[in-house]
C-alpha cells in the first residue's frame, strides 16, 4: 500500500461523525435556494448530497481563478440564470449570493481554507459553518496552526569542507578498522563534492551546454555536450577502475572500438536514443560508492593492480588520482556551464593530484621526445641516463595551498631528480597548473614564472598539457 | 529530497558496516543523512556554526554506537531524524540555560521551555513535509508557496479538485501533528515509520 493510502484511513475515520443522514449542514443546503443561485444554471445538481461537485466547475479552458461563479456560466456559452427573479427573491441581494454547502464539503475544504486557497464565496461558508459545528473549528485552527510551520526551504548547500571534517572527527574517535586508503581519499571527496554540485539542478541546468576541451597533437580540442554527457561521461571512464577491481561495466551491453576513454564515452553517449538525462546520476554516484568501498578493502597491497585506459595503463592508486582529478576538472566544467561557484579540492587532495602529474611527467617528455615532439636531450647527456642517476632536472614550483616542488628529470623516466643538475625552474599556481594539465589553458599562455633553459621549460609545459584528454 | 524508496536492506547493511569499522560507509552515510541532519539541526539551533557542530556530534554517535540503531523498530532515517532532534534540543536547552545564568535572572525558565518547544515543533515540521507522500508535498507547495488556490492546483497537477482539497487538507493534517510532543518517550513524533 502506498503512503498516501494509508492516510486515507485517517481522512476516513476523521470524517465519521460528520455526514450522518440527519446533518443539518447537508439539509440546509438542499433546501437553500441561493444555493442553486449561485451555483448558476451549469446543470449540477446540488440537491443530491453528492459533494463531488460541490463548487462552481471551472471548465478546464477557462482561466483558473473565477472572482464571481456567474462569470464560469457566462463564459461556457449555456444561458444565464434567471437572476432577476431570484434576487427579487432574496430579501437583501447580495453581490453574489452566499454559498451554503453541506458539512462535509465545507470540512473537505478546511485545508484549503486554512491555506486561502479557496475562491471568497467559499471562505464566507466556511468561515460562517465554523461559528456553528465545534469539530470543525478545532481542525481548522490545528490546521491553520499548521500552516504557520511551512516555510519556504532554506536552500541546503553544506559546506562542502564539512564532510571532510565530520569524517575526519569521526575517525579520530574511532579509528576506523577498513580505511579508505589515502590515495582513494581525493576521489572519494571529488565524487561527494560534485554529487552536491549535483543535489539542486532542475531538466535546465541537466541539459545546460557544456564544452569540453582538451590538447590533442599539441593543439587545443572540444567536444560539445550538456551536464548529463559530463556525467556519463565520467561514469564510463570511472567504468575502468571498475572493470579492473572486477566490478560492473556500466557500459552494459554498449561496446567501443576501443577500450580508451574517449572510445567508450562516444559509444556510450552514442548508444542512448535520447541525450543523456539525470537519470545518470544516480549511476554514476552508486559506481564511486563501490569503487572507494572496493579500493579499502584491496588494502595497501594494490602493487600489481593495474588499470588500462587503452593506450596506456595506471597502478590502481595513480588511477584513482587521475579519476580524482577528472572528476574536479569536469565538475569545474559543469560548474560553468550553469553559473555556480566551484572550489578548488583541498589542499591535502590538491598536492597528491599535482604530484601525479609531475611523477607522470618524464614518461610523457620520452614518449613525445621520441616522436619528435620534445627536443632531444642536448650536451653530453645526450643519450639515456641510466636509471637510478641524477639527471638534467627541472624544478617544478607549485605555489598557494597543496603546493610544492617537484624536480622533474628531463631526460629519461628513470632518472632522478636532481637540484644539482637543475637546468631552469618554473613557477606557478596550483589551479593554473591543474587548468594546464586539463588542457583547459594553453602551454604558451599559462601563467608562469620561468628562469633557466627555454626549451626546457617549453617541453614540460607542453607535456603537462598533452597529459589532458577528453 | 528524501531517498524514500530505500529499501530496509540498505539500513541493515549499512548499520553492519558501519558496526564493522568500514570508513567507507561512513562516507555513505554521510552523504545519504548530511543535509537531513544539518537542516534539523539549524532549524533547532537557528546557527550554521552550531548546526555544524551538532552534524559532527551526531555522525560521531553513530559511528560510534552504530548498536544502538534496531533496523526492526524502523527505517534508518527516521532513527537519525530522531537521534538529531534530541541532541539538538539538548544542545538548546544547555545554552539557553547557560545564557539565562549569564543574563542573572533576566528572563524565565518558562521562556525558555516555550522557545525550546517552540523550536522542537519547528524541527518535527520540516521533517514531517521533507518526509511526506510526494502528492501531499507537490499540492502544500502550489497552493502556499506558489500561492495558487485549490482549482489551480488541480489543474497543476492533473487531478480532480475534490482531490487536490483531500491532498492539502491531509498534508496540513500531518503537518499539525507536529505539535503533538511527548507521544512517544525517546522518540519525538513526526520521526516514525508513518512518515
Not at chain 1, 449540477?44 to 481563478?65: A, C, Y
Not at chain 1, 628513470?414 to 591543474?434: P, T, Y
Amino acid at each position: 500500500m502506498n503512503e498516501a493510502g494509508r492516510f486515507e484511513v485517517y481522512d476516513e475515520h476523521e470524517g465519521q461523525g460528520g455526514h450522518g443522514g440527519e446533518d443539518p449542514y447537508e439539509k440546509g443546503e438542499r433546501e437553500s435556494g441561493a444555493a442553486n443561485a449561485s451555483r448558476g444554471a451549469d446543470g449540477m445538481s446540488s440537491g443530491n448530497g453528492d459533494d463531488r461537485h460541490p463548487t462552481p466547475e471551472s471548465g478546464p479552458d477557462l482561466p483558473p481563478r473565477i472572482p464571481l461563479p456567474r462569470a464560469s456560466v457566462e463564459d461556457t456559452g449555456r444561458p444565464l440564470p434567471d437572476l432577476r427573479a431570484q434576487d427579487l427573491a432574496a430579501p437583501a441581494p447580495p453581490p453574489s449570493a452566499p454559498l451554503v454547502l453541506e458539512h462535509r464539503v465545507l470540512k473537505a475544504l478546511l485545508g484549503a481554507w486554512a491555506l486561502a486557497a479557496c475562491s471568497p464565496e467559499e471562505t464566507a461558508a466556511v468561515e460562517e459553518h465554523l461559528g456553528d459545528c465545534g469539530a470543525c473549528a478545532d481542525e481548522a485552527r490545528r490546521l491553520r496552526e499548521a500552516v504557520g510551520l511551512l516555510h519556504p526551504a532554506e536552500s541546503l548547500d553544506l559546506d562542502p569542507s564539512l564532510r571532510t571534517r565530520v569524517l575526519a572527527g569521526c575517525l579520530e574517535r574511532r579509528p576506523p578498522r577498513i580505511p579508505v586508503p589515502e590515495w582513494a581519499t581525493p576521489y572519494d571527496a571529488e565524487t561527494a563534492r560534485l554529487d552536491a554540485l549535483l543535489q539542486d539542478f532542475g531538466d535546465a541546468e541537466w541539459h545546460a551546454p557544456v564544452r569540453l576541451r582538451w590538447f590533442e597533437k599539441d593543439e587545443p580540442t572540444s567536444r560539445r555536450t550538456t551536464v548529463a554527457g559530463v556525467i556519463a561521461h565520467l561514469l564510463t571512464v570511472d567504468g575502468l577502475v571498475a572493470i579492473a577491481l572486477g566490478l560492473k561495466d556500466p557500459m552494459g551491453d554498449v561496446a567501443a572500438d576501443r577500450p580508451t576513454p574517449s572510445a567508450r564515452t562516444e559509444a556510450y553517449w552514442r548508444a542512448s536514443h535520447y541525450p543523456p538525462t539525470r537519470a545518470v546520476r544516480a549511476p554514476w554516484r552508486e559506481q564511486s560508492h563501490d569503487l572507494v568501498r572496493t579500493v579499502s578493502f584491496t588494502g595497501g597491497g594494490t602493487g600489481k593492480l593495474s588499470v588500462p585506459y587503452g593506450d596506456f595503463e595506471l597502478p590502481l592508486h595513480d588511477a584513482m588520482l587521475d579519476r580524482a582529478f577528472e572528476c574536479w576538472v569536469h565538475a569545474e566544467d559543469i560548474a560553468e556551464a550553469v553559473d555556480y561557484p566551484y572550489e578548488p579540492p583541498s589542499g591535502g587532495d590538491l598536492h597528491q593530484m599535482v604530484d601525479l602529474a609531475a611523477r607522470m611527467l618524464p614518461t610523457v617528455l620520452s614518449a613525445r621526445r621520441r616522436v619528435g615532439l620534445a627536443a632531444p636531450s642536448p650536451g653530453p647527456h645526450r643519450h639515456l641516463v641510466p636509471a637510478g642517476e641524477p639527471g638534467r632536472s627541472l624544478r617544478l614550483e607549485i605555489e598557494g595551498s597543496g603546493g610544492g616542488e617537484w624536480l622533474i628529470p628531463l631526460d629519461s623516466p628513470g632518472a632522478v631528480g636532481s637540484a644539482d643538475h637543475e637546468v631552469a625552474h618554473i613557477a606557478l599556481d596550483g589551479g593554473e597548473f591543474c587548468r594546464l594539465a586539463a588542457g583547459h589553458v594553453s602551454p604558451t599562455e599559462a601563467a608562469a614564472g620561468q628562469v633557466g633553459d627555454r626549451e626546457a621549460i617549453r617541453d614540460v609545459l607542453f607535456a603537462a598539457a598533452s597529459l589532458s584528454r577528453m | 529530497m528524501a531517498k524514500k524508496d530505500a529499501p530496509p536492506r540498505w539500513d541493515r547493511k549499512m548499520q553492519q558496516r558501519l558496526a564493522r569499522g568500514e570508513a567507507a560507509a561512513l562516507g555513505e552515510f554521510y552523504d545519504r543523512f548530511a543535509s537531513l541532519v544539518h537542516g534539523l539541526a539549524h532549524t533547532v539551533l537557528g546557527d550554521e556554526r552550531a548546526a555544524d557542530h551538532l552534524t559532527r556530534d551526531v555522525f560521531a554517535h553513530v559511528w560510534e554506537h552504530p548498536d544502538t540503531y534496531d533496523p526492526k523498530q524502523g527505517p534508518l532515517r527516521s532513527w537519525v531524524a530522531a537521534l538529531t532532534h534530541r541532541l539538538a534540543v539538548q544542545r538548546l536547552r544547555a545554552t539557553e540555560t547557560a545564557a539565562l545564568v549569564q543574563a542573572g535572572g533576566q528572563g524565565s525558565t518558562e521562556e525558555l521551555e516555550r522557545k525550546v518547544r517552540h523550536a522542537s515543533v519547528a524541527a518535527r515540521a520540516d521533517y514531517i513535509v521533507q518526509s511526506m507522500p510526494v502528492p501531499l508535498r507537490a499540492a502544500l507547495e502550489l497552493a502556499y508557496f506558489q500561492r495558487r488556490d485549490y482549482r489551480q492546483t488541480a489543474v497543476d497537477l492533473g487531478v480532480t479538485e475534490d482531490e487536490a482539497r483531500r491532498r492539502l487538507r491531509l498534508g496540513l493534517q500531518l503537518l499539525s501533528t507536529a505539535h503533538d510532543a511527548g507521544a512517544a518517550p525517546g522518540a519525538p513524533p513526526g520521526y516514525g515509520g508513518a512518515v
